[in-house]
């Protein structure tokens, strides 16, 4: 990886003092054996992505189907409660 160099005489009185003569050379922040580098197809990642939305959205149907069917069955069973009493 190859990080850039200022030449002496762009930088500022205080690091000419500091670097005397040399070029401000920076270091990498990371071990370049950190660094990965990922092929992915934006294709399909989003037609994976509408795949996955369409999996939630059927969840969450299926979840208000059946909170729906338990207030129902408990509407019913505590009318049978306060029928039979």
């Known amino acids: 990886m190859e990080l ?16 005397g003569d040399a070029d401000a050379e ?3 922040i990371v071990d370049p054996m950190d660094v990965l580098d990922i092929q992915y197809d ?12 369409q999996l939630l959205i ?8 059946y909170l729906t069917e338990q207030r129902l069955t408990k509407s019913k069973e505590s009318d049978s409660i306060n029928t039979d009493s």
């Open 26 to 28: 920076f270091d990498p």
């Open 42 to 53: 934006p294709d399909l990642y989003y037609e994976d992505r509408h795949k996955t939305a």
């Open 4 to 19: 850039p160099k200022i030449k002496n005489e762009n930088l500022p009185e205080e690091l000419r003092e500091i670097l």
């Open 58 to 65: 059927e969840s969450r149907r299926k979840l208000q189907g």
